[in-house]
């Protein structure tokens, strides 16, 4: 097993988009995704998951309506699409791969790809 990695990131203005990707290792199916994210002084906190076994996918409630989770099984790829983004979605976002809950939590994934930093301005 291998560290997803992650891409996408950047710097937007708030109302823009962005959308994540994470490259896994292995057959995409076999562990679940999840994305997470970490400001500067604050915890690191849920997003989103997709359970890629069935497709189901959890929204945290801080992007629930802004955000959409996929996946592309050929590419073992995860996408995060992050819409209507705002200054305190500022974070890095972290890929992560496990057997995940439901609902998610942090504890659930066993590797963490390095992070992708994402920096919403007003």
């Known amino acids: 097993q291998v560290e997803p990695v992650e891409s996408g990131g950047g710097s937007v203005q708030a109302g823009g988009s962005l959308r994540l990707s994470c490259v896994v290792s292995e057959d995409i199916t076999k562990k679940d995704v999840g994305w997470f994210r970490q400001a500067p002084g604050k915890e690191r906190e849920g997003v989103a998951a997709i359970y890629t076994h069935s497709g189901m996918t959890y929204y945290f409630d801080s992007v629930k309506g802004r955000a959409t989770i996929s996946q592309d099984n050929a590419k073992n790829m995860v996408f995060l699409q992050m819409n209507r983004l705002k200054v305190e979605d500022t974070a890095m976002y972290f890929c992560?791969?496990?057997?995940?809950?439901?609902?998610?939590?942090?504890?659930?994934?066993?590797?963490w790809g390095q992070g992708t930093q994402v920096t919403v301005s007003s």
């Open positions: 992560a791969t496990g057997h995940i809950g439901y609902p998610p939590r942090e504890r659930d994934l066993d590797y």
